[in-house]
């Protein structure tokens, strides 16, 4: 299978996550090694989108305006260390609000989809949670990766387990699981 599409879960993922949200760019912190990991995707030719959950909009954490400006900013961040974030898909729901862009509902990367015109065979999710992981595997995504930069690894496995569902492979971070799919990628 020929990769064209990478979907990357943000936080835990691309940056430092955080039990209190990250609210704004000031509490923004990329993680090791996610920045010249977003470029070598770049390089190697993929379509790179974003998928995440960011609730925090709802529970009235911070407006639309401040997360577009944390995007903005992380845009332009990974544009200067040669990367590019072809578009950034979120669910500003609750859990409780039970929509169809939650994940681990598909609804986001099936709007990438249609936006797009992606063959959802041929992409990958990144995440570093189960409903990541279950998210790519409802979307119909060819592969799936859980990162263990975020939440527990263990944990989530076990979310999984219960799910009767288990990632393609497990890395410890955004820099391992893109060794993994390049190598894993046919020339």
């Not at 039990?19 to 010249?36: Q, T």
Request: net charge positive; hydrophobic share 45%; charged share 25%.
């Amino acid at each position: 299978m020929k990769l064209q599409t990478i979907f990357l879960d943000r936080d835990g993922v691309i940056n430092r996550d955080s039990a209190d949200y990250v609210k704004s760019w000031g509490e923004f912190e990329f993680l090791p090694g996610s920045l010249e990991a977003l470029a070598r995707l770049v390089k190697a030719g993929l379509r790179v989108i974003v998928i995440t959950n960011q609730s925090a909009v709802n529970r009235g954490m911070v407006t639309l305006e401040g997360l577009e400006d944390i995007h903005r900013r992380m845009r332009r961040a990974v544009a200067a260390a040669g990367g590019r974030l072809d578009d950034i898909f979120f669910c500003p729901h609750r859990p409780d609000e039970n929509c169809a862009c939650r994940k681990p509902a598909p609804g986001m990367i099936r709007a990438a989809a249609r936006k797009y015109g992606l063959d959802l065979s041929r992409s990958a999710m990144v995440g570093d949670s189960a409903r990541d992981v279950a998210c790519g595997v409802n979307a119909g995504c060819g592969r799936s990766v859980l990162v263990a930069s975020g939440l527990d690894p263990g944990a989530e496995r076990g979310r999984l387990d219960e799910q009767g569902l288990a990632a393609d492979h497990v890395a410890s971070d955004l820099a391992a699981a893109v060794d993994w799919l390049l190598a894993a990628r046919p020339r």
